[in-house]
């Protein structure tokens, strides 16, 4: 089976930490070359200069590139001149969840925010890499969604909300590049342990009035696998997806959540 992805470039969104980072380090251990994107500088130098430090493959070569995926003219200004420049074989759209709370409550600007910075920003990104990945022969678009795209999750409205908009927008995407051999997926995680989770649960605790413990006992207890995952465990879905043996999946989503989400 190749699962080798030496030779290919990758850009991978929301890479300075949790699941897009472990993302980062999954692929670029299948040989790729990365680009990072988040808004922390920081922390993606660091991982970049980590990653270089790790290189598998001949010619390997990974950069970073601060962008705020929600700012369409941020990544316009910034994606375009990268995408003449290079090609990416690979896309990992992938950015902060929407702020949780009940959906009587979420306010117009909520969603039109967790719009643009899941669905319009990812939209952009495949509309500017994607002639590279059709002239090259070869591309691999994942898109991190959730799980609540099968069974939305409570006090989630406005991320239950764009999470159905960007599978639906995915699907569409995958028919229309399926002819030139590109793959749109989804990756849908579980509870996963990364800054996004802890906030999660530190909110949902303190509504209980019960402790971090106990909050996040009582969700693995939900998972049949007893545990959170890890953003590697959720990594490992996305390098496969990315790689030539997973060349004939397309327009699907992909559970990786530890047996949690019931529906078959
Ligand atoms: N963890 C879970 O249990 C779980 C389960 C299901 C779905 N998900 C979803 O999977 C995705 C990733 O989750 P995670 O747990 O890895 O989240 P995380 O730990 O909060 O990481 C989010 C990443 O996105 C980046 N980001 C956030 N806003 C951005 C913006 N406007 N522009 C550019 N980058 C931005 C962050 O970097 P900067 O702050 O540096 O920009 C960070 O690198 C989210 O959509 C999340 O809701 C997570």
């Known amino acids: 089976m190749n699962i080798s992805l030496t030779g290919k470039r990758a850009l991978v969104c929301g890479a300075s ?29 660091s991982i970049s200069a980590d990653l270089d430090s790790q290189r598998v493959a001949p010619g390997q070569d990974h950069d970073f590139l601060v962008l705020d995926l929600n700012d369409p003219d941020d990544i316009s200004r910034k994606i375009k001149p990268l995408a003449t420049e290079r090609t990416y074989h690979i896309l990992v759209n992938n950015s902060g969840g929407p702020a949780s709370g009940p959906i009587l409550q979420a306010q117009p600007n909520q969603f039109v925010d967790a719009y643009q910075q899941h669905v319009l920003a990812s939209h952009l990104l495949v509309q500017l890499l994607s002639p590279g990945m059709i002239h090259s022969g070869y591309g691999r678009i994942i898109n991190i969604i959730s799980t609540s795209v099968r069974a939305p999750l409570d006090g989630l409205g406005v991320s239950n909300t764009t999470r159905g908009a960007m599978a639906s927008w995915a699907k569409s995407m995958a028919n229309e590049l399926a002819p030139h051999g590109i793959t749109v997926n989804n990756v849908l995680p579980g509870f996963t342990d990364t800054e996004r989770l802890r906030s999660l649960v530190q909110v949902w605790a303190t509504e209980k009035n019960v402790s971090t413990d106990q909050q996040a006992q009582a969700m693995a207890a939900t998972v049949p696998m007893g545990r959170f995952g890890t953003p590697e465990e959720i990594a490992n879905a996305v390098a496969f997806l990315a790689s030539p043996a997973a060349a004939y999946i397309t327009g699907t989503s992909i559970l990786v959540d530890g047996g949690r989400t019931r529906g078959i």
């Open 17 to 45: 930490k949790g699941i897009g980072k472990a993302s980062a380090y999954a692929l670029s251990s299948l040989g790729a070359s990365v680009t990072l994107v988040a808004r922390s500088a920081e922390e993606l130098a």
